[in-house]
């Protein structure tokens, strides 16, 4: 059976200083996810934890009193509204959140491919092979922590922000990464159980840097992983293409309904 699209688990609302769209707020949310059928949302504001080493500055004042301002979220009779957020990592492998504070959140996502933040990559690692060789152990290292993996999402891993400069620099990165490097990594996180994030736009790749986009998510598949659709929306006009971009990606993968990731199926 083909994967049914009926969630968004990767949003941002005013809340998330990238957006500050009062427009992204909670109700409009809400009424967007019942007009596109969706079940399931999750909203994941930008967030470090203040008892968490490592914030950055802009980091800093998106702590958990901030992000649980939008509490309690609306819900409705077809929409379940989750409470997230997206944490990050530095370049030290510093995460933005302890395991308690992960069981106040209903759902967390962390990005290991956040490369345009300074804190997160060192000058030196900044050329396209050093992007390539942090790529690989951010990962790696996120796997190997002792986390709740089964409400752990692993954001947006072919994000253009891996290489910010130019847009075909984050396609290289990811032609540097071998398939047995993918492979490893892959096998792992089948093993330990986060969800793998579906969140890009297949209309902004021609044919052949699809190629280059779906590589890491097929190997993925073949290793076993979960997936779940993010739309990583900033504002509600972003949402307008969700479903079909969505039903773009699982056609494109092939997805069925045995690759979803299911973050409650522990609860
Ligand atoms: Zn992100
Ligand atoms: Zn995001």
């Known amino acids: 059976m083909k994967y049914k699209i009926d969630h968004d688990l990767h949003i941002h609302s005013y809340l998330s200083t990238c957006s500050g769209d009062p427009d992204q707020n909670p109700e409009n949310l809400l009424r967007l996810a019942e007009r596109d059928g969706l079940s399931v949302l999750c909203l994941t504001d930008h967030f470090w934890d203040s008892d968490m080493p490592g914030a950055s500055e802009w980091y800093q004042p ?49 990005p290991t491919t956040h490369l345009h933040m300074p804190d997160n990559i060192d000058v030196a690692d900044r050329t396209l092979g050093g992007r390539a060789q942090k790529y690989a152990e951010r990962l790696d290292g996120v796997l190997d922590m002792d986390l709740p993996f089964h409400k752990i999402g692993i954001a947006h891993l072919t994000t253009h922000l891996i290489a910010p400069d130019h847009f075909e620099d984050h396609l290289k990165v990811l032609e540097m990464i071998t398939d047995d490097t993918f492979r490893r990594l892959f096998e792992k996180a089948a093993q330990k159980g986060p969800g793998i994030e579906l969140n890009f736009h297949v209309s902004a790749y021609t044919p052949q840097q699809q190629e280059v986009i779906l590589r890491p998510y097929r190997i993925a598949k073949e290793c076993g992983c979960k997936f779940y659709f993010g739309s990583d929306a900033h504002h509600p006009s972003s949402l307008d293409d969700r479903l079909e971009n969505f039903t773009k990606i699982r056609d494109v993968l092939e997805l069925e309904e045995s690759d979803r990731f299911d973050p409650f199926i522990a609860k």
């Open 62 to 110: 998106q702590n958990y009193k901030h992000v649980s301002q939008i509490l309690p979220l609306p819900q409705s009779e077809s929409v379940k509204f989750w409470f997230g957020c997206e944490t990050d990592l530095d370049k030290h492998m510093r995460l933005g959140i302890s395991k308690e504070r992960i069981n106040r959140f209903d759902f967390v996502i962390i």
